[in-house]
């Protein structure tokens, strides 16, 4: 067995946090895997944004506590205060791998200084989520940024996960291009398809359930429920969701939008309350219940209580490379769903006919859709329980980390790294070493941009430093006073 050093965010799911999502799914999902199959497992959790902990704690390690597996969460964002923390706890004790989940926890990973063979799960593709954001920004100043964390993945790992075969491809490339398709990694698998897993914790749900806690008093006995759970993010398409909604519920007067999750903190804050607006426009925001992001523990329940999940997405690149948690975890749950076509998860859905899926941008055709579920009850229960027994089938946490627990027998370094290892024996930062033109080209692009976040760094301090001179010079305080004394009184 492997001593495993495991690098994910989070917070790791439990029933009274609010915030999570896909990522603290995925980072429990795959650390648990490898430590049920008996691997030594140190977990370091790096928290999303929505987490920030009070200002004596930045820097700190925490220890938490998931069931009966103890793990550290670092109470920082800032990649400067995270890698030395990591650093250190790598040199603690002899690892033979690193496994670094989710493209931010596994960029920060990535820098660290070590020989050892490193695995980066990338759950969804970083400049498909870059383009998204872009389109609602409508900038594209955003990109090198992005790009930036997905490079510093990229140049370093020996294994990749991707939860989709378009990601993949597109993964691929992006190492040709970061010049790690060379001839020594020719045989290499660099890529490997680790799908979204289903949450045991909807897998192992009753249904139906007998006693109810939101049917009946958030929304009527009768009523046919509709379903979003998680964040409204930049690929959502609010106008045709919107849309869609008002003709449905013109059609079903016992139509009920039912709403968990919201604004995403410090990525997108803006869709959510667009979306708010929008039904309030329509007039039926009196039949939709936005609940904001509920405790952990209440989903199960809710699911099992409604009628219709929902998905629907923009037209963009992260659409036709991304995953969708939302969708996997309430087709375990058994809840018949409803999703635009778009996502390689919504192609299995309507090639094994798992749920209701309709083309990106019909309206009417989504609306039609809700319309047929809340009039034929058997079609869309056979459809809830044909997609459970697919998803125990296929999707639990088992069947997909089969690949990684593989590599984490006999932890291997890709062959261009290996070369780097036997070249430089000294080297602990195998990224900093190029084998080939294009990797020069990567490599030289990395350090400029790295010298010029160091230039901004210290122009900021400078600033801040010469205001601090300003604000404590006799000048500044009698202009202070000086415009104090010419204030309105009104707005003194």
């Known amino acids: 067995m492997s001593k495993i050093l495991v690098i994910g965010t989070g917070p790791l799911y439990s029933p009274d946090i609010k915030l999570f999502c896909g990522q603290s799914l995925r980072t429990w999902h795959i650390t648990n895997a490898l430590h049920k199959a008996g691997h030594a497992v140190d977990l370091v959790v790096i928290q999303t944004d929505g987490h ?5 704690l930045e820097g700190q390690v925490a220890q938490a506590r998931h069931g009966t597996f103890n793990y550290g969460i670092i109470h920082s964002y800032d990649p400067n205060i995270i890698l030395p923390i990591l650093q250190q706890v790598h040199d603690s004790k002899p690892y033979d791998a690193i496994v670094g989940v989710n493209v931010n926890a596994a960029a920060i990973a990535a820098q660290m200084q070590t020989r050892l063979p490193f695995w980066a ?34 140049r370093r790992a020996d294994k990749i996960s991707v939860s989709g075969h378009k990601q993949m491809y597109a993964v691929i490339g992006e190492l040709g291009a970061l010049g790690r398709l060379g001839y020594r990694n020719a045989a290499h698998n660099f890529c490997t398809y680790v799908p979204i897993a289903a949450d045991p914790m909807f897998l192992e749900m009753d249904l139906p359930v007998v006693e109810k806690n939101f049917r009946g008093t958030l929304f009527p006995e009768d009523a046919f429920a509709v379903l979003w759970t998680g964040g409204y993010n930049t690929w959502t398409d609010i106008p045709a969701l919107a849309a869609a909604l008002t003709l449905a519920m013109e059609q079903v007067p016992r139509m009920r939008f039912i709403s968990t999750g919201g604004s995403i903190p410090g990525h997108n804050e803006g869709t959510y309350p667009e979306f708010i607006d929008l039904m309030k426009r329509s007039g039926y925001d009196d039949r939709c219940h936005f609940l904001g992001w509920i405790e952990g523990g209440e989903l199960p329940q809710l699911y099992a209580e409604c009628d219709l999940g929902l998905n629907i997405d923009g037209l963009n690149y992260e659409t036709l490379l991304g995953g969708r948690n939302r969708l996997v975890n309430m087709m375990a749950a058994g809840m018949p769903v409803l999703t635009t076509l778009g996502t390689e998860f919504s192609e299995i859905i309507a090639e094994n006919r798992l749920g ?10 989504f609306a039609d859709a809700m ?17 459970r027994t697919y998803m125990r089938e296929n999707f639990s946490v088992e069947a997909i980390t089969r690949p990684l627990l593989k590599w984490a027998a006999e932890p ?7 070369a780097k290892l036997e070249e430089f024996p000294e080297e602990q930062r195998l990224s900093t070493i190029s084998l080939n033109p294009l990797e020069e080209e990567a490599l030289a692009a990395e350090n400029q941009l790295v010298q010029e976040t160091e230039w901004l760094r210290e122009e900021v301090a400078r600033l801040e430093r010469e205001v601090a001179q300003l604000q404590g010079s006799r000048l500044f305080k009698i202009r202070e006073q000086i415009h104090k004394v010419r204030k309105p009184k009104a707005l003194q």
């Not at 920030?52 to 004596?56: G, T």
């Not at 998204?132 to 790009?147: G, N, R, V």
């Not at 209701?356 to 055709?365: A, C, D, F, N």
């Open 52 to 56: 920030q902990a009070p200002e004596e």
């Open 121 to 154: 799960d990338l759950m969804g593709h970083m400049m498909g989520e870059a383009q998204a954001k872009c389109i609602t920004e409508q900038s594209d100043d955003l990109l090198a940024h992005f790009w930036a964390r997905q490079r510093t993945v990229l």
């Open 356 to 365: 209701y899926s309709v083309r990106i941008g019909k309206v009417q055709e």
């Open 371 to 387: 319309i047929r579920a809340s009039k034929i009850n058997n079609e869309r229960r056979n459809l809830g329980n044909r997609a």
């Open 412 to 418: 291997e370094i890709a062959p261009d790294n290996l």
